[in-house]
């Protein structure tokens, strides 16, 4: 295997500013949750079923955004600057139409498929109010997942940083403001925060626009022209953004059906899943931030013609991974009822916590080696392998976690062993096609 010429000091320095973006980000995970927690166990288990079934939407676009990332990366490692305009031009394209789509799904035919899973009448009443506010904010989502690709498949990552952080205060400061009904605004409780949580992307968007305008030079890029569609082009695209958004749209439905299950447990273990999965977010961070380096400097190395050199490089960013998580699970170790105290003071809740927690701890390490060698197979192109085996993994896991709640009738923290089955699965499976060496024929 060939060593990679690509050094840590240049891994992180691409990933950094991702880890801090989601670091950001997941302050508005944390807030949403610590202070819906105050509002109740009903709120908190709305407030957890709505922002799940959002994600699982929303990954529809994310998924394409990554597949746009991973050609710009492409494109600039062969030297073709002119061409990654288009990429994002065709994005656009696809994205506006995907955006009204998947508007209508969240803000309409929600509500017959939630009526249909949940059991509690409380928390689907509080879901769908959620729903009726959060789905506006679709298509500010979109359009800044349209941006992300294009400064993370050029490695200029900094911006992440900075537009998540300006999306974090805005959403933190309204969530105060309306979840509660401070400073003269109406007490909204759940519809307030899927409120902020609109007006905050909306937030971003502009800041990701007035910064493109300022620092990047169009020019260069053939940037925004908005030639005709080009549906060979789109079509390239999509070839490799497809199955990445089936993958991830499956992958956080999956985790929507393993919350129904949860709730199927009872409303205090909805609860506890709620803020144990808030921690897990924030476990979770340093993970999103290689991975995504991984997508973007896998594909940009194979556009050198270095093929040799990928699993040289997923092993470096797999090790670079594994110390940050460490680093951040040793927190939730040492401190546990600190932590979870944060969230609520119900003394019940905490004490049920606690075991999920160091569950959950486990099994961030081998989520952390999975992700980084599943997204070395997304960065190859060959994002429909990536597909069939994250199937594979998530119907064992499904089954996994089914048989533990119905058949035998396992507690909340059994049933969140399942991640560490996921992980490990991922891993294996994982590795065991990159060392195959199947991928590296692969044109996008």
Known sequence: MTRTDIKYSRIWQIAYPIILGSVAQNLINFTDTAFLGRVGEIALGAGALGGLF??????????????????????????????????????????????????????????????????????????????????????????????????VGLAKTKVITYTTFVLAIVNITLDYILIFGHFGAPEMGVAG?????????????????????????????????????????????????????????????????????????????????????????????????????????????????????????????????????????SIGIIFPTAILSVYTNDPELIKLGLPVLKIVSVGVFFMGAGFIFFNGISGTGRTDVSLTLEIIVLTIYLAYTYVLINVYDANVTMAWSSEIVYGLLLLLISWIYLKSGNWKTNKI
């Open 193 to 329: 925060a899927a409120l902020a949580s609109v007006i905050a992307e909306a937030t971003a968007l502009v800041y990701f626009i007035g910064y493109t305008i300022v620092t990047v030079k169009f020019s260069d890029y053939d940037l925004f022209l908005f030639k005709k569609v080009e549906l060979k082009r789109l079509s390239s695209i999509l070839k490799v953004a497809l199955p990445i958004m089936m993958q991830q749209f499956i992958s956080l439905s999956v985790w929507f059906i393993f919350f129904l299950f949860i709730e199927k447990i009872g409303e205090m273990a909805l609860a506890v899943s709620n803020i144990v999965r808030s921690v897990y977010v924030i476990l979770m961070i340093p993970i999103w931030g290689f991975a995504t380096a991984t997508n973007t400097l896998v594909s940009y190395i194979i556009g050198l013609k270095k093929q040799d050199e990928v699993l040289s490089l997923i092993y470096k960013i797999a090790g670079l991974t594994m110390i940050g998580v460490f680093g951040i699970v």
């Open 54 to 151: 959002y994600l699982a939407v929303i990954m529809l676009g994310l998924g394409f955004s990554t597949g746009a990332q991973i050609i710009i990366a492409r494109r600039n490692g062969e030297g073709k600057p002119k061409e990654i305009g288009q990429v994002i031009d065709q994005s656009l394209y696809f994205m506006i139409p995907l955006a009204i789509f998947t508007f209508v799904l969240l803000r309409y035919w929600s509500i017959d498929i939630l009526r249909f899973a949940v059991e509690s009448e409380a928390i689907f009443s509080e879901t769908i109010v959620y729903m009726k506010y959060r789905s506006v904010g679709i298509f500010f989502a979109m359009g800044n997942m349209v941006f992300r690709a294009f400064f």
